[in-house]
Every structure is written in C-alpha cells, then in structure tokens.
C-alpha cells in the first residue's frame, strides 16, 4: 500500500519537474492515468478482504527505538480509497476540458494528485502521527486549490478561511489522539480501538472525545464550524466537485465511524453526534432555500448529507451504520456529478444563476441526460442507489427510541429540500421556456460529460444490483465500523409499509417546497439576520478581534525598544527560575569544604572582576576589553578543572572575538553618551542583580542535588569503544550530537549571510564614495 501512496506523489513530482517540457493539457492526463491506476490496485487489494481480514503494511519505522507506523486497508477504508480515486480519475479527465488552455493546469494537476496522496494516506493510516500528517495534507493542498484563481479576493479570503478552520481543528484533533496515545500506551488506531476498556476508564477519555469531535466537526463542516464549505465554493468546479462532494468534507465523517466503536456507547457521543448531524442537515436545508447560484446551493445540499451521515453514527445500532454507508455512496456519487453538471452549465451558458437560467434540454441534450439520471438519485426515486439511501435511514430511524419523531420530522424536511433541488436541477434548468443566457449553450466536449454520466449511471446500476452492493460495499464497511461481520440485505421493494410512505410524504414536501421556491428564495435571502448574526459573520467577528489583539498585543510587546526586550528577557527569566525554585523544593545549598579552596578560586575572582570592570567602564572599547576578561578567566575555569581542549577553544574564541569588536570600535566610532536617567539605572541593576540571584540560586540548588552519573559515565564508556575517540566532549560534539552541533553550524552560517545581505549595500555605497 505504500507504494500506491508514492504513485500519485512521483507523478506530482514528475509534472513539476517537467514545468515547460509537459504542455498544461497532458497533465490532468497523467493525474487521471494515475487515479485510475489507484484504483485498480485498490480494487484489487479489495478482492482479497472477502472475509474481512484488513491488509496491512508499514509506512514508517525506526527500529533501534522501537516505534513506526503503519497502513491498514479493512472495508471502511476500501470504500473511501476507491470513491477518493476513482471520482478522482473522472474529475482529471473534466479538468482537462473544463480548463482548457489555462496555462495553471499543469500546477492544478499536481496540488489534486497531491491531495489524492494526502486522502488515500488518511484513509488507510493505522497511525496517529501518519493520519495527522495526512489530515494536516489535505488541508494544505485545499489552500492551494480553494485558492486557485489567487488574484480574485474572495478565493484568497475562502482559501484562508477553510485552512484556518481545517487546519486549526486538525491541531486540536492531535491532542486528542495524543491522549488516547498515552492512556493505552500505543500509536496504532486499531489497537487504540481494541484496548476500549482501559481508554474509557482514563480520567482523560471525555476529554479527548470531545477533542475528536471538534477535529472532525471542523473539517466535515458541521455546526458551528459549517461555513467555510459554502465559501470554499470560489474554487474551480473541478476542485469544489472533488473536494467538496465526496472526498475532503467526507474525511471527518471517516474518522467519526473510525472511533464510533470506542465511544459508540457513550451517552455523550451519541447525544452530540445526534443532535448536531440533525442541526448541521437541516440548517443547511434550509440555506439552499436561500441561494440561487447552483454550487452553493449544492454546497449547502452537502452540509445536509454531512449532517445526515453524523446523525446515522451517532444513533449507533447496526442498521442506522448500514445506512450510513449506503447514503455515504450514494451521495458521493450523484453529488459529484451534479457539480459536475453545475460546472458545465456555467462554462457552456456563462451563468449558474438558477433564475436565469432554463429550458436548456435542446441545446444541451447529453448533459439533459446526465442530470435528470443524477436528479433521480438525489431525490431518492427507485431504482437507484440514492432510494436505497434514503429507505434505510427512514428504516433505522424508526428504531432510535424516544427520538425517533423529532429525527424523522427533521429528515423529512431535509430530505424533502434534496428533492427540491433535484427539481431546480433537472426541470427548471432543462425544461421549459429556453431562457436567454450570456453565452450560447451547447453540450461540452465528452471529457467534461464522462464523469456525470458515468457516476449517474452507476447510481442507476446501484440500485438495480443492490444485492451486490450490500454484499461487496455496504456490508464489509459497516462491519469494519463494528469490529464484527454485518450482513446487508439490500433490495429495492420493501412492501407497502411506513418506511414508503415516508418517502412517498418526501415527495411530497419535495415537490412543495419546488413549487414555491421561486417565493421561498426571496423571502430567505430577506432575512438580514442570517447574514448578520450567522457562524460566518461570528468568524469574521472573531478573526477581526484576534487582529486587533495582535495589534494591540505588539504595540505593547514589540514597541521596538531593544533595551525593553532586553528588561523583560531577564526579568522573566529572573522570576521564573526564583518562583521553580521556591514552589519545588525550597532553596538548597550544597555543603561546602573551606579546604578545598586552591588557585582555582582565582578563576572565579577573575570572572566576577571582569564582569565589574565591564559594568564601570566608562567607554565602550574598555568594556569589550573588560568583557575579554571574563571569557579568558572561564578560560581558565576550564582548564584548571581538566578540559583542556575546552579551554583553548574559549581562549580562541574570546580573543577573536575581542580582536574584531575593537576592531570595529576603532573603525566605526561609537560616541553615543548613557541617556538613561537615574530610575532607569536602578531599574537596570535591580533586574541584572536579581537575574544573577536567580542563577546563582538555581546552580547550588543543582550542585545541592545528588549527582546521577549514569549518563556521564555511559558517554565516557561508549565514547571510545562506540565512537573511536578518547576525548569525550569532542566524541558527544562531532558523534552522539552530530545534528545538534550541524544545527549550531547551519544556523551561525545563516546568521553570516544574513549579516553579509544586510552590510552589502553599506559597503558598495563606501566603495563608491
């Protein structure tokens, strides 16, 4: 399996190092090739699960500590794979049309096929560090994509927007996971997910739900967190029908059904899944009400499913999972193809304007097609998958108890406003009076009509061969969700019963709310209180508040006085080191021997003399030559208490160091006279005593502390008989911290080009005075 994760990666990196040599045409080609080959290999992959054993495989591991992480592909996983490559492989071959002769196309390639990479990763991690770095991937290349058309305000502003919420949920879904890593002592969500009992006996386990949920909350676009989906919708159609129907939004309702077995008999999970999956579909049912641009309502027709899915996880029996597997592919399947179908209506007419917009079938008889086939599933009318959908959650629905009235309503009203809009997409758009348009219509080339009418059609075949989807698809995912087999009887006829006539009443509400939507809309979008007072205008509220914070936050903080930074740098350090100390273990001294004071002292009394000569100096050039003191002193310190080597290193340092400041002294003059006033001094002496108080303290409170020499005396075993050399300090340097000391290097030698950047233009103006 991870290989089929480089596969898409080295096609990203093949198409960006060809740049010029690969025409931008070829390269959704080549993204679509790679999709499809994804799919196969997932497919494959597939066929040997019939029994349900997951395939595993490792992805990243150290041995000599003891940790990696890994892949695990079960039925859940399978499900998401093929849904992620293979509405992917359709959604290349539409780009490759619908963005004919952009000169970005070959950039838009990779960002897809690297947010491919990052779906299939998260779907198939078994790790908590892998499916965060994954998470966190989709997030980025959906910056990158939302944000595609980058000299337009608004796609700046909704890439900006979905990243900040995304990405700041993926920061908190970590520490969630991370709790769940140290309460059962492992990484792996498997057995994270099998050690349930000592997960939910942690005093941290309500806490970390409650993390999880706000992660996926944020990126499956829940209330309050639901606002960032419809902006997102400034990106490119192709982006917003692979994102935002069946790939991206649909990651948080993956890991929802992931953890549904930890916490599925939690009252709370159960209550906030429930509660919020029914606020999430039917606020968003009742925003489409609102909109006449055909992405956002469709945009908002996906908050529905979304809420609808995490209402059906939730609500936790076996039927209501089944359900939500049947419903999650029917879904991804009619929702691609209606963006799809947006899409083109917008590039072939000029306009997505549902009032503007109609009598379209004889212009555009193939995409006629294609919709009405795609209209038919999303209403939920047999035979397709979508009937199959809607039928089991009415059917699981019906056993949730005391809820159950309220979750119906709330579903007949969601379900009703899906109808509705099936109709503005099928009739109103196809049939009827032909409506002037900007452009002249016309059906678009086939590779923007391959993937409408190829998903459209297998929602058809769903529904005819539901057998085989239950048994193949709906069956092996719900049983991956419950840790057991589940068998999933799918077919289309249940008989004259009440799940029936609730569809027959979704019709019904459907077709009303069709017909009056030209009445509906107005009045909706009428409604100032929504926009003022909605979770969008609370976000730019609370990110306009942040900005203020931070600009007041700097003014008081970075006021651009070094001599400031410098006061508060100590103080702080001052006072947190006395305040460790006293609300530890006290203040501790060590015992001292009178006797063992020898000629070393005097490295000690030369050290605090420069320091004190440094400070009475009175110009500059005594001061570093006094400050020289102190280095040649702990020079001495050094070498008196046997480091040697140690010791000529600081002796070459300081006097190097003292050589190039008096140097500059003497060629650059400084004559600025001490401007602080009286308060300023004392102040300044109060902090400099009280930091070295605080030092002081915390070096006896350590020489006070008895001494662990288990880690010096491995370094001066292991030292010569791992490392070869004798002298231990150097064999820790250039050995055991070999990248902290080529840290140190990288970062001086960056310091010196910064110092060289900024010192140029001073030089080339002496040179030519």
Known sequence: MTHLLALPLLMGIVASLAGTRLPPRHAPLLGAAVAAACFAAYGFLGLGMADGVAVEAAFWSVPALGIGGGLRLDGLGLVFALLISGIGFFIFLYAHRYLEGDKRLTRLSVMLTLFMTAMLGAVTADDVIVLFIFWE????????????????????????????????????????????????????????????????????????????????????????????????????????????????????????????????????????????????????????????????????????????????????????????????????????????????????????????????????????????????????????????????????????????????????????????????????????????????????PAGMLAGPWTLAALGLAGGLLSGAVGLWIVGPSAGAILGAPVTADLYLWHGFNLVLGLSGLTLATGGALYLGWPRIQPWLAGIAAIDRFGANAGYEKGLAGIIRLSEVSTALIQHGDLRGYLRTLFLVTAAGLLLTLLLRDGFALPGFDSGTVDIRALAFLGIAGGALATVFARTLFGAVVCSGLVGFATALAFLFFGAPDVAFTQFAVETLLVAILAFALVKMPIRRADDRTARDRVKDGGIAIASGVAVTALLLAVLATPFDSRLSDWFGNASLTDAFGRNVVNVILVDFRALDTLGEITVLAIAAFAVLALLRPMLQETRKS
């Open 137 to 444: 991937m989709t997030s980025l290349t959906s910056f990158f994509l939302v944000g595609y058309d980058h000299e337009k305000p608004g796609a700046r502003q909704a890439a900006l927007q979905a990243l900040l919420v995304t990405a700041g949920g993926g920061l908190v879904l970590l520490a969630g996971l991370l709790m769940l890593t140290v309460a059962t002592g492992t990484s792996s969500l498997s057995a994270i997910i099998a050690m349930r009992d000592i997960v939910l006996t942690d005093p941290t386990a309500t806490a970390a739900m409650l993390l999880i949920i706000v992660g996926c909350f944020t990126k499956s676009a829940q209330i309050p967190f639901h606002f960032w989906l419809p902006n997102a919708m400034a990106a490119p159609t192709p982006v917003s029908a692979y994102l935002h129907s069946a790939t991206m939004v649909k990651l948080g309702i993956y890991l929802l059904a992931r953890m549904n077995p930890l916490y599925q008999d939690e009252a709370l999970w159960q209550s906030i899944l429930t509660w919020f999956g029914l606020g999430t579909a039917a606020l968003g049912a009742l925003l489409a009400l609102r909109e006449t641009d055909l992405k956002r309502i469709l945009a908002y027709t996906t908050l529905t499913a979304l809420g609808t899915l995490t209402l059906l996880i939730g609500a936790a029996p076996t039927l209501t999972l089944t359900a939500a597997m049947a419903f999650l592919v029917a879904h991804a399947l009619y929702k691609a193809a209606m963006f799809m179908i947006a899409g083109i209506v917008d590039h072939e007419t000029g306009t997505r304007d549902a009032r503007a917009l109609g009598g379209l079938r004889k212009a555009m008889p193939a995409t006629a097609i294609a919709t009405v086939l795609a209209a038919l599933s999303m209403a939920g009318l047999p035979p397709f998958i979508g009937f199959l959908g809607k039928e089991l959650i009415y059917e699981s629905l019906l056993e949730a108890g005391p809820a159950a009235l309220l979750l119906i309503a709330g579903m007949l009203f969601v379900n009703g406003v899906n109808v509705a809009v099936a109709g503005l997409m099928a009739i109103r758009l196809f049939f009827g009076g032909q409506r002037p348009t900007p452009a002249r219509p016309h059906d678009p």
